[in-house]
């Protein structure tokens, strides 16, 4: 009976490793089962990288074009301020220059050739040339004086203070000026006060 149960014993043994052996074996069918869903699962997870990746280099390409643009902004707010930063000092300065033309053209008036004054005649030629140098310093640095005689009326550029009868001139176009303009580097900093030729009604 020893012997029995002793065999009983080895066979049950036996077969129970057998048992665990197929449970535990690779050809768990169980296995074969998950790789399908593991497949599947990286798939799915290397799709919303793609996207995520996508998704980075878009905003990273618009980070980068906002970028340049800043740049270009802050570039041209640097240039337009080493432009018209004197635009103020200008705006005082060609206040000077209009009353030494002023001056110039009185003393022109004065040293007339029927007024043989000689003293005055060189304070006319030096005021004259103190005021083509004043204006070729204006020229170097972008400020330039209007001259709209004969163009057209720019709301921009003139403001109308009278109307002239159109003699010999298209209606709209500027007969006179009272009040010379001036532009820094083509932008308007003082409007050229003007007449404004229109047709007479009779």
Avoid: W
């Avoid at 200008?90 to 007024?115: F, H, M, Q, W, Y």
């Avoid at 720019?154 to 009272?178: N, R, S």
Wanted: hydrophobic share 35%; net charge negative.
């Amino acid at each position: 009976r020893l012997h029995f149960r002793g065999s009983s014993f080895v066979f049950s043994t036996a077969a129970q490793q057998r048992s665990t052996g197929d449970e535990c074996g690779p050809d768990d069918p169980h296995d074969e089962a998950k790789h399908p869903l593991s497949e599947r699962a990286l798939e799915h997870k290397a799709i919303k990288l793609e996207e995520q990746v996508r998704d980075l280099t878009e905003r990273y390409r618009k980070a980068l074009a906002d970028s340049e643009n800043v740049r270009r902004r802050t570039q041209k707010f640097v240039e337009d301020a080493k432009l018209f930063g004197i635009q103020s000092f200008c705006r005082d300065l060609v206040e000077v220059a209009d009353i030494l033309e002023k001056t110039a053209e009185s003393a022109a008036g004065e040293a007339e050739p029927s007024n043989p004054n000689p003293t005055l005649k060189k304070i006319y030629e030096g005021l004259s040339v103190i005021e083509a140098k004043l204006q070729s310093v204006f020229a170097k640095h972008g400020l330039q004086k209007m001259n709209p005689v004969g163009g057209k009326y720019d709301p921009y550029d003139h403001e109308i203070v009278c109307h002239v009868p159109a003699e010999g001139m298209q209606p709209g176009t500027i007969a006179l000026v009272t009040q010379d303009g001036y532009k820094l580097h083509g932008r308007t900093i003082r409007h050229a006060l003007v007449g404004v030729a229109v047709e007479s009604q009779e």
